[in-house]
């Protein structure tokens, strides 16, 4: 384990991706995130009050969204599952609280490592290396909140001007956008699928681990339109992940 030394001082700290000190000021950003929270949940009640809406409704609207949050949930602690082995369980916990995305952050992560000439399969023991990784997984997240409040409005506004005018279009443009985005990810899947070629069967399991997320993600889904099973929608995602995740065990003992 590398030492950081501070100049002028006789303190020595050892580094650790779970040191004590990263917990405390995650628990302190989280803190003051949570208790924004519930400030705006109690202006919010008592606006709704002023409004002139019932308390039992309000009740209801209010354990009913908290159950259905659960389903989210379970999504950010796999995120956080999976990025501890690396990173520690302080700084997943916060980045996929806070604001992020498991498949961002994942290969964000990634990508810093490689950097470096490693990969995400054992604790970072480099505090340099640490850090990097911090650096890309933060920088890239923050831009969406520069350009959010600077874009959001005008992009909103062409695209209410597009339905007005060709209604077909918005719906075509709306499509195109999210497959780009899909297309990003797709591409980290099979950007070693050429491996297969040379023998390396390895370069099947991500494909193999996709192919069975979406299996299961499009059977719920289909099973929540026939039955009219609200509850099989929301959690759709959190098991097709964790299935996925579970079936890459046995895909990975019998490819690589």
């Known amino acids: 384990m590398d030492c950081v030394d501070y100049q002028g001082s006789d303190l020595k700290m050892e580094f650790n991706v779970n040191h004590p000190i990263l917990f405390i000021l995650v628990g302190i950003i989280i803190a003051t995130v949570l208790a924004q929270s519930f400030y705006f949940l109690i202006r919010a009640y008592r606006r709704a009050l002023a409004k002139g809406m019932e308390k039992s409704l309000l009740k209801k609207t209010i354990i009913s969204s908290a159950v259905f949050t659960i389903a989210p949930a379970i999504s950010i602690l796999v995120g956080v599952i999976s990025l501890s082995k690396s990173l520690g369980v302080a700084v997943p916990w916060l980045r996929l609280s806070v604001i992020g995305s498991l498949s961002y952050e994942m290969i964000a992560a990634n990508n810093a490592m490689n950097g470096f000439g490693e990969t995400l399969n054992g604790e970072i023991t480099d505090p340099s290396v640490f850090v990097t990784v911090l650096w890309v997984?933060?920088?890239?997240?923050?831009?969406?909140?520069?350009?959010?409040?600077?874009?959001?409005?005008?992009?909103?506004?062409?695209?209410?001007?597009?339905?007005?005018?060709?209604?077909?279009?918005?719906?075509?443009?709306?499509?195109?956008?999210?497959?780009?985005?899909?297309?990003?990810?797709?591409?980290?899947?099979?950007?070693?699928?050429?491996?297969?070629?040379?023998?390396?069967?390895?370069?099947?399991?991500?494909?193999?681990?996709?192919?069975?997320?979406?299996?299961?993600?499009?059977?719920?889904?289909?099973?929540?339109?026939?039955?009219?099973k609200r509850w099989l929608s929301d959690y759709a995602l959190p098991v097709s992940m964790v299935a996925g995740m579970a079936m890459a065990i046995p895909y990975t003992a019998w490819l690589a």
Do not use: H, Y
């Open 137 to 228: 997984m933060t920088i890239g997240i923050l831009l969406g909140l520069v350009l959010t409040p600077v874009l959001t409005k005008k992009i909103q506004g062409g695209m209410i001007k597009l339905e007005k005018s060709d209604a077909k279009w918005r719906e075509i443009f709306n499509n195109a956008m999210f497959l780009g985005m899909i297309s990003a990810f797709l591409g980290f899947v099979f950007c070693d699928f050429a491996n297969l070629f040379k023998g390396d069967t390895s370069a099947l399991i991500a494909p193999l681990v996709m192919a069975t997320s979406a299996i299961i993600m499009a059977v719920l889904g289909i099973l929540a339109v026939k039955t009219k």
